[in-house]
Structures are given as structure tokens and as C-alpha cells.
């Protein structure tokens, strides 16, 4: 039985229809990223399966339970967790205020929790009182995932985490998802930076204009030359 | 000229209360509302209610203490008009804010929403208790202390100062220390993002009223203490509070409490040159040199 | 049929059709309509009886000068999207801007009593002029204050310019009397109703109209009204449908791409906020000539801004005949209650029942915004006609 499906999807905003029937699959302990070209949904997808969007058709199930349509709040106790691409943390608070938030529905103490990740991310550790909004865009990806671990979530939901960032960054935060992963956290990623995101990634899906197109093994994906004409540039 | 300092912290004070919490309820919730002003005059009147009419009736003693002009009837008139000010404001949300969110209405329908609010709360005001100009306890002298520097200050508005004070210094540990505060702050920062991590977004907004309306009807009763109540007072208070909210940046209530007191300082020095009767417009006035000049407030980043 | 009776059918029987005639799907459903409406109204008041004809004129008035404040609304509201809560300031400044232009100043004992700060005498449209070019001054000045900002602090402005503007009247005597009335107003052709008529009217209209006393002014200056109502509401028309009103409805919807389009978005929110400014100017001037005298305390936001959002988001925000038809259909509903409450409610209960009236009106706002926020008379795509 796979982790994480779904199929079929069908969803847009208000009157668009963007994704006219994807489906994907994650099995247990994988890395799966989606590529793409710019508007073929890929970030809608991980939102619908996030319950951000409502799907107007297909299904979506985590670990054999029907969770189409739930709401994020929901989805986020069985153990799914999302970092947005962009505004996904919060400036006004403190690297251990971000990270208490990731871990708001427990009521018990964090202490750990909060531990692991900075074991994780140590730099986080020296900054722990610092306001996130000062912090540069590779520190506050760090921030924004370890606030998504804070829950010990079996699926961590990843879009384009490299976004934006220099590439000694690209690396250090593909370090860091990839040593996530050896920890057992099954991962999904959407990633502009298709080349490299697929040299880790166990599973491929490339999606254009709300449409399946291609999926294979990641790094099949990598070598194919048509994908590599059509989509990774070359 | 000292004085006027003073008695501008005291008046400012009353208007921070106001201004944080339409500061609050312009961060989490994402809109004007119009209606606060009156939620303080709805907090002040239901504090008359309470002194004028139950306490008596419950037996409550009524003796004033040492040099002010009250005794335990305000003082247990103050939580209980909060939290029913609060209700009331709760009820407003979940029948009319409420569903225009889910609608996904937007800030200005919401603040239209407000001011029919406003207009409902006034005129239920004006229905009990008639547009006549009422004390709190009529009849009363007061005395004043006469304080170095020539600075006279009766013992009722040193207890405003020293409420205000204690409700500024008590919202601050909550914002700061506690897990609801932080997740207020949070949901001020970035809705959309506290409802991906899990936060309760619908309890952080009903808080939310709680703290806001609460401090107004406060504000309210405070104003009451020293001055009379009429029902048209709320609109007279909308131009500070806003003024002040904006001047210490939107959705920053430590800046909307520096805000409500630059504006009750300004306010009283303007009483030098001008008829007292022009303040709002005093505020109005600094509102708009706040708009010129530095219109994301004294707090804000560059615009 | 008396010359008054005559006035008061014509004009309300016009009014009447127009109204109904909005109703209408296609051209000539909407004439259909429109000579049923009027032939209804006239046979009414053709049979009435002469009391029911005098108390009629007054809201009739009423409405007419509420649907030219919606009218005014309504470009800044329905084709621009702005949120302008001092509606009654713009008024009460036009009525005061018109007054003083249009009075002269007071002399000898009345000097007493009576202070303003200018007095010129002149003919009652120098005043509609001057009426609308302060109004439009002033909304020059709070739009460009607060137009390059968010939308909600242009709503804060117009409290705050209300609110001053409020103050500055009331306690400034020398600028217009405040606190205490101003009055003595000239009317606009007042001289049809006086003995004898008007210097210039041809011999056979001095007839006409002679038997008229001061008291039948107002069918007069119901036909007046209505001539505005109906020249604003045509003028505006062409606004709206002219390529700027297109930008206007486009920076409403979506002022992004508007931008992006290259509208100066910013130039054409001003100059909508001050067309509307001007008209609700104009309204006030207009007012003038319905009340013997006016004070500040006259213009209550209660009554002139609450009331007017009320009738342009009931009556269809985003529409011109929406607005005059929220204007008529709520100032009717607001008359027809307080002719009922003043028949059936005991006098110890009367205060109360006017506050009930206008907390009824704040629930009916929120009422629309919830389960109607298009109104009555739903905009077309496309623009409304």
C-alpha cells in the first residue's frame, strides 16, 4: 500500500481549472519531486493535497484513509506537513517562537522536539532569539522546515525549497532534505531546479499544463533525452 | 505645561486601550472596524448599568475610596462590562463578520459590515438609555491632589493611568509568553501560513474580540470616571484610535500604545491655542501628517 | 385641475414610470412600463384629495435629493470602488457653500444676529457652482491625501474631513452662524409663487401662475428637482459609458491589471472621487432651497451617509438606476414608518421607536451585505443601461 496517492486530481481557483486529472504516487521512506514548466500546477497540486484547494474531482489517501477535501488542520494531525514557497515563516517571531508555532496542536513540552531540529540545523541554534524577518533567505528556509518537522511528520510537503536561494545554498538545503529522509521522513518536492533536485529523488513526476507527461525513477528521468530537450533545459 | 504632559498620558492612555485593540483586530482580522468607538461606549454604559442600577439593588457597598470618586462598584463593574462587551462583540462576529470571511468578502465590505454595527450598538444605546449626557456618580466633588511641579492630578486619573497601565503590561506577557499570544501574533503575521501550520485560526480570532473589545469597554469606563457619557461618544473617539493605530503602524499594539499617547499629548497642548472642542479634529490632524510623512508608522519598515 | 396639482401629478408621474421602468428587460418592456407607471401615479394623484397631495410633496422631495447623494455615491462607490464615509459633510458643505453665495449679507439688526463670511447675492445656480467646485476642492485635497494608500484609510480621511468640517462650523460664528441656523435662503424661482409672478414671465404665465401662494413652492420645486435629477442622471450616463468610466469599472475589479494596462490608476480614482464630490455638492445645494434654514447639526451622519449606503447597496451598488431606485424605495419605506409609528405608537414610546427605526436601518446594511451585495438592480456586465 503507498504512503501517499492521489488520483486523479482534478482543481483550479474560482473559475480556472488548473489540473484536469494528475495522480501520483509516494511509497514509504521515498523522495519524490514534481517538475514542470511554470503554470502546470504544480504547486496546486501539493496544496489540494494539503487541503488548501478543494479538489473538484479525484481522490487523495494517506496510508489507506480517505483524506480528500480535508482541511489543513486536519491533514496536519495525521501526520502530512507543508512549507509553502513563499511567505513561510513568521518575521515578527523568533527562531524558537517559529518553530513552538510548527508544534502549536501538542500540548506537551517541546524541549525536544525543538532539539532535533537543531541538531539539524545548528546554525538555528545560536539564532534561536533572533527575529526570523531579519534573517536571510537560506537561514528562514531552514526555519520554515524545521518548523514542518516540529510535528514528526511522516510525509513533509516541500515547495520549490530552493527557491530563490544562492547555490551554496541549493546544496546546503538539499543536504538537509536529503539527511531528513535518511531519518525516515517520506518526502514530496516541488523543484524548479529540476537537474539536481532528480539526482536524489527516488521517483519523478514531470507535469505539463495540469496533465501527467512523464514519470519514471529519478534519475531515469535525469538521463532521458527528451525530458532533458523539453523540460530541464538541455 | 508639565501638567498638560500629565494629563495627555492620562488621556492617551484611555486612547492606547482603544487604538490596541483596533490595531489587533486590523492585524489578525484584516479590517477597519468602525464599530470599536462604540464597543467603548457600550463597555461605559453597561459599567452605568451595573453601578447605577444592580449593584444597588445587590447590596453591593457603595462607599467610595480614600480621595476617588468611586469604590468597589466600578471595580467590579470593570471585568464584568468587558466580558460583556466582548460577548456582544463575539456575537457580531460569528453572525455578521463571520459569514462575509467565508463569503471572502473584502476589508471594505467588512468595514461597511462594521459601521452597520456601529449604528446598531449606538442606537441601542440611545434606546435605553436616551441621548442625555450622563455621571457616573452625580454629585460628586472632587478633590485633587496638588503634586511638585504644579501639577494638580485628582486620585481618579493617577487609577486610570495605573489600570491602563497594569492591562498594557498584562497584554504584553500574554503576547510574549503565552502559547495563544505568540499564535496571535502569528496569525497577524501571516494568516494563510498559521492556518498551514496547524494553528486554530478561528479560537486566536475570537481571542482576539475578547482582548479588543474588552480593552475598549475598559477605555470607556476609564473615560467615564472623568468625564460624562453620551451616546454619540464612541464616533468622537474613531478619529484618535485610528489616528493613533496608524501613527504607531497597523497591526502593532505596542506602537498603538505609543501612538494613543503621542496623540493624548498632542490633544492637550492643542487646548493651549484651540477650542478643547476641536480635538478629534487635532487627531485627525496629526493623522494627516502621519499620512504625508511616514505613512507606514513610526514602526513600520520602508512603505 | 388646480396649476399645483398639475405640477405635483406631472413630476411625480415621471418619476413614478422612470422607476418602474427600470424593471424592464428590453426597450420596450422598459416603455411599457414606464406609461404604466406614470398613468398609475397620475390617476393618483389626479384623485386625491388636496391634503394627501401636500403631504406627498415633501419626501417626495426628499427622495429625489437622496437619489442625487446615491447618484453621486455611486461614481465613486459603484464605478471606482471608493468607500467615502463623509457623504454628509460634502453635502452640508454644498448647502452652506450655496447659501452664502446665494444670500446676501446681513444687514442692519439681522447683522445681530446673523454672521457669515460672505454674502453675495447671486442667482441660485452661481450657487450649485460654488457648491460643487468646494466640494470638489476639498475631495481633491482628501484624495490625494489618501489615494496612493490603502483603501480603508480614504474611509478613515472622509470621518476625520467630516468630523472637522463639523467642528469648524459649529464653533466658528463668523463663517456661516454655527451653532445657531442660517436663515433666509433665497429659493430658486420662488418669484412663481409670489403676487405678482416673476418679472419676466409673459403675459398669459402671469395668469397661470397667480393664484399660487408661498405655500405651493414646493410642487414647484418638486418639477425643479426632478429636471436635476433626471439632467445629472443622463449626463452621468455618458460617463459611465465613456472609455474613462471603462477604465474607472476596470480599476474597480482589478486595479493590478489595470495598472498594468498603463490607466494612471491613481489619477483616475481622484478625479472619480471628486466627480462624485461635486454632485453630492450639488445635492446640497439643491437642498437649500427645500428647508427655510440650515445648521450643521442638520447634515447627521445618521441621516446622510449611513442612509444613502443603505439605499445605493440595497437599491444596486455599481448601477445608476439602482441608486435612484434604493434612494426612492428606502426613503419610502423610512416615511411609511414613521406615518405608521407616529398613528400607532404611544407617545411615551416615541423616541425610542425613531432609534429602533435606525437600528432596523443597520441591520438592513448588514442584511444586504450578506444575502444581496448586488442589490435590487444587479449591474450588467458590460456596464449597466
Known amino acids: 500500500m503507498a504512503l501517499l496517492e492521489a488520483q486523479g486530481i482534478v482543481s483550479g481557483y474560482e473559475e480556472m481549472e488548473i489540473l484536469h486529472g494528475v495522480s501520483i504516487t509516494v511509497e514509504q521512506g521515498q523522495i519524490v519531486t514534481i517538475i514542470g514548466p511554470n503554470g502546470a500546477g504544480k504547486s496546486t497540486l501539493l496544496k489540494t493535497i494539503f487541503g488548501l484547494l478543494p479538489p473538484r474531482a479525484g481522490r487523495v489517501t494517506f496510508e489507506g484513509r480517505d483524506i480528500t477535501g480535508w482541511s489543513p488542520e486536519r491533514i496536519v494531525r495525521q501526520g502530512i506537513c507543508f512549507v509553502p514557497q513563499t511567505e513561510n515563516v513568521f518575521p515578527s517571531l523568533t527562531v524558537e517562537e517559529n518553530l513552538e508555532m510548527g508544534a502549536f496542536i501538542l500540548t506537551e513540552d517541546l524541549r525536544a522536539r525543538k532539539e532535533r531540529v537543531y541538531e539539524l540545523f545548528p546554525v538555528l541554534r545560536a539564532r534561536r532569539a533572533q527575529r526570523v524577518g531579519k534573517m536571510s533567505g537560506g537561514e528562514r528556509q531552514m526555519v520554515a522546515m524545521g518548523r514542518a518537522l516540529m510535528l514528526d511528520p511522516k510525509v513533509l510537503l516541500l515547495d520549490e525549497p530552493s527557491a530563490g536561494l544562492a547555490p551554496k545554498m541549493v546544496e546546503l538545503v538539499f543536504e538537509k532534505i536529503k539527511e531528513i529522509n535518511r531519518a525516515g521522513v517520506s518526502i514530496v518536492m516541488v523543484e524548479q531546479n529540476a537537474k539536481e533536485a532528480l539526482k536524489f529523488s527516488d521517483h519523478g513526476y514531470v507535469l505539463a499544463a495540469g496533465e501527467n507527461r512523464f514519470d519514471d525513477a529519478g534519475p531515469a528521468l535525469l538521463h532521458n533525452e527528451e525530458i532533458g530537450r523539453l523540460y530541464l533545459g538541455g | 505645561m508639565l501638567e498638560l504632559i500629565v494629563y495627555g498620558i492620562i488621556y492617551g492612555s484611555i486612547i492606547a486601550l482603544g487604538a490596541i485593540g483596533v490595531t489587533l483586530i486590523y492585524g489578525i482580522l484584516r479590517f477597519a472596524n468602525f464599530a470599536h468607538g462604540d464597543l467603548m461606549s457600550l463597555g461605559a454604559y453597561m459599567a452605568l448599568f451595573l453601578i447605577q442600577v444592580l449593584f444597588p439593588m445587590l447590596g453591593v457597598p457603595q462607599e467610595r475610596f480614600g480621595g476617588t470618586s468611586f469604590g468597589w462598584p466600578l471595580i467590579l463593574a470593570l471585568p464584568l462590562a468587558a466580558a460583556g462587551t466582548a460577548l456582544v462583540a463575539i456575537a457580531l462576529d460569528q453572525f455578521f463578520y463571520r459569514p462575509l470571511r467565508v463569503r471572502r468578502a473584502s476589508p471594505v465590505i467588512l468595514a461597511m459590515a462594521s459601521l452597520g454595527a456601529a449604528f446598531i450598538v449606538r442606537n441601542l444605546i440611545y434606546i435605553f438609555w436616551g441621548p442625555d449626557k450622563i455621571n457616573y456618580f452625580p454629585g460628586l466633588v472632587r478633590p485633587a491632589w496638588q503634586l511638585p511641579f504644579e501639577v494638580r492630578l485628582r486620585p481618579d486619573e493617577l487609577i486610570i493611568f495605573g489600570v491602563a497601565l497594569v492591562l498594557v503590561v498584562s497584554l504584553y506577557l500574554f503576547l510574549q509568553k503565552t502559547k495563544l499570544g505568540k499564535a496571535m501574533r502569528a496569525t497577524a503575521d501571516n494568516p494563510d501560513l498559521a492556518r498551514i501550520t496547524g494553528i486554530n485560526t478561528e479560537w486566536v480570532r475570537i481571542w482576539t474580540w475578547i482582548i479588543g473589545a474588552g480593552l475598549a469597554a475598559i477605555a470607556g469606563i476609564l473615560y467615564g470616571v472623568n468625564a460624562l457619557l453620551y451616546p454619540e461618544m464612541g464616533w468622537g473617539f474613531l478619529l484618535p484610535l485610528f489616528a493613533a493605530a496608524i501613527l504607531g503602524t497597523v497591526g502593532n499594539p505596542y506602537g498603538a500604545l505609543v501612538g494613543g499617547l503621542i496623540i493624548g499629548i498632542v490633544q492637550r497642548f492643542s487646548t493651549l491655542w484651540l477650542n478643547p472642542a476641536y480635538q478629534p479634529a487635532v487627531a485627525f490632524l496629526v493623522l494627516i501628517v502621519v499620512l504625508l510623512v511616514r505613512p507606514q508608522g513610526l514602526f513600520g519598515g520602508r512603505s | ?385
Not at chain 3, 477604465?247 to 490608476?265: F, H, P, Q, S, Y
Not at chain 3, 426612492?328 to 405608521?340: D, E, P, R, S, V
Open chain 3, 1 to 385: 385641475m388646480e396649476l399645483k396639482r398639475l405640477l405635483v401629478l406631472g413630476a411625480m408621474a415621471i418619476l413614478g414610470g422612470w422607476l418602474l421602468s427600470f424593471f424592464g428587460r428590453s426597450r420596450r418592456t422598459s416603455v411599457l412600463l414606464f406609461v404604466v407607471g406614470a398613468a398609475l401615479v397620475g390617476m393618483g394623484i389626479a384623485v386625491a384629495s388636496e391634503g394627501w397631495v401636500d403631504y406627498l410633496v415633501t419626501p417626495a422631495i426628499a427622495a429625489v435629493i437622496y437619489a442625487i447623494l446615491s447618484v453621486g455615491l455611486n461614481v465613486q462607490w459603484g464605478l471606482t470602488g471608493l468607500f467615502n464615509i463623509g457623504i454628509a459633510a460634502f453635502f452640508a458643505v454644498g448647502a452652506f457653500t450655496s447659501a452664502m453665495i446665494t444670500k446676501e449679507m446681513p444687514t442692519g439688526l439681522a447683522a445681530e444676529y446673523i454672521k457669515q463670511l460672505f454674502g453675495w447675492g447671486l442667482p441660485f445656480p452661481a450657487g450649485i457652482v460654488g457648491a460643487m467646485v468646494i466640494s470638489g476642492v476639498i475631495a481633491l485635497f482628501i484624495g490625494l491625501l489618501t489615494l496612493r494608500l490603502r483603501e480603508d484609510y480614504l474611509a478613515i480621511a472622509t470621518i476625520g474631513i467630516a468630523e472637522s468640517l463639523r467642528l469648524v462650523f459649529q464653533n466658528e460664528r463668523w463663517l456661516a452662524n454655527g451653532p445657531q441656523p442660517l436663515p433666509g435662503i433665497p429659493k430658486p424661482l420662488f418669484c412663481l409663487v409670489e403676487d405678482p409672478p416673476c418679472v419676466w414671465l409673459p403675459g398669459f404665465l402671469k395668469d397661470w401662475f397667480a393664484p399660487l401662494d408661498s405655500r405651493d413652492y414646493e410642487a414647484i420645486l418638486l418639477v425643479l428637482l426632478t429636471i436635476a435629477l433626471l439632467v445629472i442622471f443622463v449626463l452621468l450616463q455618458q460617463v459611465v459609458h465613456s472609455p474613462w468610466g471603462r477604465v474607472l469599472r476596470a480599476i474597480r475589479e482589478d486595479e493590478v491589471a489595470a495598472a498594468m494596462c498603463g490607466k494612471n490608476v491613481f489619477s483616475c480614482k481622484v478625479q472619480a472621487f471628486v466627480l462624485g464630490a461635486c454632485v453630492m455638492g450639488g445635492a446640497g445645494a439643491l437642498f437649500t432651497a427645500s428647508v427655510s434654514t440650515i445648521d450643521f447639526g442638520l447634515f447627521h451622519p445618521m441621516s446622510y451617509t449611513f442612509l444613502v449606503w443603505v439605499m445605493l447597496m440595497a437599491g444596486g451598488s455599481g448601477n445608476q438606476k439602482g441608486a435612484v431606485f434604493g434612494a426612492f424605495a428606502i426613503w419610502a419605506i423610512w416615511t411609511g414608518t414613521t406615518f405608521l409609528s407616529d398613528q400607532l405608537v404611544p407617545f411615551q414610546f416615541k423616541t425610542q421607536v425613531f432609534y429602533v427605526r435606525y437600528m432596523l436601518v443597520g441591520l438592513l446594511l448588514i442584511m444586504i451585505l450578506l444575502f444581496r451585495p448586488r442589490g435590487i438592480l444587479p449591474e450588467e456586465k458590460g456596464g449597466g443601461q
